[in-house]
């Protein structure tokens, strides 16, 4: 029976846990405070123990023990991507969603997406965010919330679509923000990659493309936790650990957006999305060492060779410091990035009119030195 004529589901909710004994029962609240029979879902919660060595597997335990909803799968650890795919294999439901063990859900979120999946007969429905700056209380209310605007701008409307009607939406890189068909997950045998970090982006980027049919949602279903101690895997960009993973991940992408051969996705893909935060990795430079950014060099060099970055959508002067990392000129592109740094929040970096047109002026920088495409002011840039 297709999902369009079940009037029940099982959703089957994969949450890896390690290291998150402070944050997993806020977590595990929220999808058990999920709206249930009323929706016509039946709930099954698959929890991963990878390995903690924290007591992240015994609150699991805990839960478990108490309510027949939640089962408890203890592993060896392996990391995030083979914790979920491991998930993945014990889950009964036909429909599939994850909560990673620090975040949480907002009310209704799997409630919100199952109406339109089953409106639609999409293959996945993909709904917004907010990013949860936990302000370290232990309280579900505790500190404050952003819609990232790109977020916003990405499900501004309910709608269905395939992928090149859509392609920016391939910037929507999260695995935990979707409601997904089971059949269509094993389908089009989606699997998360293991062994590296940022594992998200390839495999939702594969969904995408594969997709005859999208769903998208302007509602919030997910509240991202940007932990207060800076301990998330995403809030350790400037290491070479790091900074090598995102570089796989980003070659994993391209490869399957080449793979999908349409011009509009590839251009959009290399432009926008794989450009997207690029800004986060430079402001890194001051502080780094020389081994990160021979790699930043590199990997920038190799991801952008045909489309520089001075074409990307990026702001104007992210769009200077991608071009001072592609001629390798560190000591400009660290005076770039400090002159940002130190700029008044909502400042732009100065604007002034010579011979030429408009561009970016940086104290410093001798803009006869710069290629002038790296300077210069689009049309719509004031």
Known sequence: MGLLRRRTHRLSVVVPAYGVQDYLPTA????????????GVELEVVVVDDGSTDDSGAIADEYAARDDRVRVVHTDN????????EGVRH???????????????????????????????????????????DDGSGRVDGGT???PPWMRRLHRERRVCFIEQHPEILGDVFAWNKLWSRAFYDGAALSWPEGVRYEDQPTTTEAYLRARRIGIVPDVVYRWRVRHDGSSITQQRATVEDLRDRWTTKRMTLDSVHAYGSTPVTRMAVDKVLAGDLPRYFAAIPDADDEWWELLVSGVREIWAERPLTGAGLPPAQRLVGWLVQHDRRE????????????????????????QGRRIDVPGLDP???????????????
Do not use: C
């Open 28 to 39: 595990l609240d929220s999808v058990l405070a999920q709206p249930g029979p009323p929706r």
């Open 78 to 85: 392996h990391g995030l991507g083979a914790a979920r795919n």
């Open 91 to 133: 889950a009964t439901g036909d429909l599939l969603a994850f909560l990673d063990g620090d975040d949480a859900l907002p009310a209704d979120a799997y409630g919100a997406m199952l109406k339109q999946l089953r409106r639609t007969g999409a293959d996945f429905v993909t709904g917004s965010i907010v990013r949860w700056f």
């Open 145 to 147: 919330e952003e819609q």
């Open 332 to 355: 400009e592109a660290e005076l770039v990035t400090r002159h940002l740094a130190a700029l008044p929040p909502g400042e732009r970096v100065a604007r002034v009119e010579d011979r």
């Open 368 to 382: 006869r030195s710069v290629a002038r495409v790296a300077l210069a002011l689009r049309d719509d840039e004031r």
